[in-house]
């Protein structure tokens, strides 16, 4: 046995197994900063295995990860509890979770909790009764018995154990427990997780127009070629890009090799798996937030025993343990939620392409409006591109003009224009449908009192607390602590005086509903609806036309298509640009694109208008112009002389603390024994509070460091951190490759 085993890649794996006694390297999912060793079980155990193992008076999780080193007294090694029935970790994931740990400079056992994210997989395997909807009604039928028979069909064939049913339907189990008795409900035995239905990639797609078939042919070759390779896939919203890609998938799944679709929005992946089943016959494995635990079990337990040749997930499908990763699909790849904001700071479109160029798989970055560092890659020839320029069949871009908001008189508690008005009613007559969009979530951003000036902010936070009438609180949106809207100024008790100042979604909702008493308006913000079902369920109406108007935040933004809406209204354009975030204006062309791309998506030729006071300002007006490849090499331009992402590199560290003095001392030691950076001609900014330098109840400081794109930045800031001792209140993160500064 060699010290450390070769990484090995995923089809060629080399036989690596370590009989009884023998010492191996295993990494916990515990803090420890090292690998400990141990001796292999009874019968043995394979590189890579999942394991229990002893530690102190506990049992922990683990993988054995290589040979143990052997530096510790034999005798007193103890030995591995039990092999866990899960196929072991091939060496493509554990290479990934190294190098990702090492990119964004994680400790392993952080990396390792992102690859065991298996519900119950220390579980005995075991048979147990799982619940599916039967062929026979109830002879009698209640709300509780409705509920029940709802949730099955919401989960279409899925099955429920006999707690997630009854949870999923809000009733007891004495109800599910009926339905069984009457046939309405089937009770099956099952053994745990079952091989998900076959795809089968022969059947018909439909047919593809000229240039979607070209953009095909490309992505399959690359598929066969077995070879890593990054596509931007670049196409205005309606080009068929989905399309597109899922002959990508086709092609895989004819290899043999299994598929990942990453989806930005939760709410978007049943329009998706439609789709699936249209193309290939049935549905893929699912693994987000909004599975059941005993779905999710069966996903992770199946994509490494090759029972799944397609997932379509949230980011964190990215760490599963597949079998033979042969495509990545990272659909609306500059969507920010791609980048975890908390606990292991990554990008999961950027590790996308690590762990496909570690397995020798292809990636497809798809989007209308793609971020300027996929841009930049493709410039580079790093990645290739192929653009689709125009939409499919008969639908046309919309028509996109601004409202100079400077000459329009509108009272204090007013955001629609008279022009853009006239434009809704316009379309309410014609039975089409109107969107108005704000980005802003909540009543108004800011209650103040009329009589002192007080704002009402967060106890815990910088921040303003935010109104939302809705839910009748006000919410902080840094830390989501609530309270009641008080009676009195919290400040000098004045009564009735305070108000609320500036507009969100529910404060538009209630102009609209006065400007257009009879039209039917549906109001779509992430926070207004309990489940991601029951926003899916809102969204399914309004597509077929249960609302003229729909009002919405950026949820809306994201790939949902309206065939019925032609007018998208921007209530206030300029919001994105204030503040001096590095990608204000990449963000804001982004998302004003998107916007407009809702309108006109099937044969009536779709308008968007944005209210501006600042129709001048060049990011409204490339918008305006639809002048992309304007925007971005002007874009480029000046962040590279700027030498800011993606020409250069930036790495963010924030300190928190309880103690304001301890973070701000920290930060000034740090910024003295900057050495290390120095040697790598890198420079660091700060400390400076962060821009939000209190949330929940921790004040926050920052430092930035800039470097040359091709600097050895993680190395440096290693070096640099290990010079000073945290104090044990001070949490330190290390953000690379930062997206938001806050
Ligand atoms: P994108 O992903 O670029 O927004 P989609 O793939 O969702 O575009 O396509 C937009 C709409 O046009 C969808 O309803 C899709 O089914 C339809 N469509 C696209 N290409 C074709 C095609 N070749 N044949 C039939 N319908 C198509
Ligand atoms: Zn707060």
Partial sequence: MSEKPPLDSANSEPVEFFDEGQLVGVWTTQPLGRMLDYKAPEGGCWLGAFVEVPLGPRKVLGVVWSAGRGDFDYAKVRKVVRVLDAAPMRGELREFLEKAGAYTLTDMESMLRLGVRAPGLVDPPSMRKVYRKGDVEPDRMTVPRGRVLDALQEYGDLSFTLKELSEAAGVTSSVVKGLVKQGAVREEDTPRDLPYPRLDPSLPSKELAADQAEAAEILKAGIRSGAYGTTLLRGVTGSGKTEVYLEAVAECLRKGRQALVLLPEIALTAEFLTRVQARFGAKPAEWHSGVTMTERRRAWKMVGQGGAQLIVGARSALFLPFRDLGLVVVDEEHDTSYKQEDGVLYNARDMTVLRASICSAQVVLASATPSLESWANAEAGKYRRIDLTSRFGDAVMPDMRAIDMRGVKLPGNRWISPQLKGEVEARVASGEQALLFINRRGYAPVTICRACGHQIGCDHCDARMVEHRFQKRLVCHQCGETKAMPEICPSCEAEDRLAA???????????????????????????????????????????EGAADIIIGTQLVAKGHNFPLLTLVGVIDADLGLQGSDLRAAERTFQLMRQVAGRAGRSSKKGTALMQTYQPEHPVIRAILAGDENGFWSAEAGERRMASVPPYGRLAGIILSSPDPQEVFELGGELA?????????????????????????????????VK?????????????????????????????????SFY
């Fill in 501 to 543: 100042v500036g507009p969100g979604v529910e404060r538009l909702a209630e102009e609209a509903a006065e400007l257009f008493p009879d039209a039917r308006i549906a109001t779509l913000s992430s926070d207004m609806y309990g489940s991601a079902r029951a926003l899916k369920a809102e969204i399914v109406g309004i597509a």
């Fill in 707 to 739: 470097a040359e794109k091709s600097a050895p930045i993680q190395r440096a800031i290693a070096a640099w951190l290990r010079q000073v001792r945290v104090p044990p209140q001070v949490r330190l993160s290390v953000d690379i490759d930062p997206q």
């Fill in 672 to 704: 003295r024994l900057d050495g290390p950076l120095r040697a790598i001609g890198a420079q660091v900014f700060g400390p400076a509070p962060a821009p939000i330098a209190r949330v929940r109840g921790r004040h926050r400081v920052r430092l930035l």
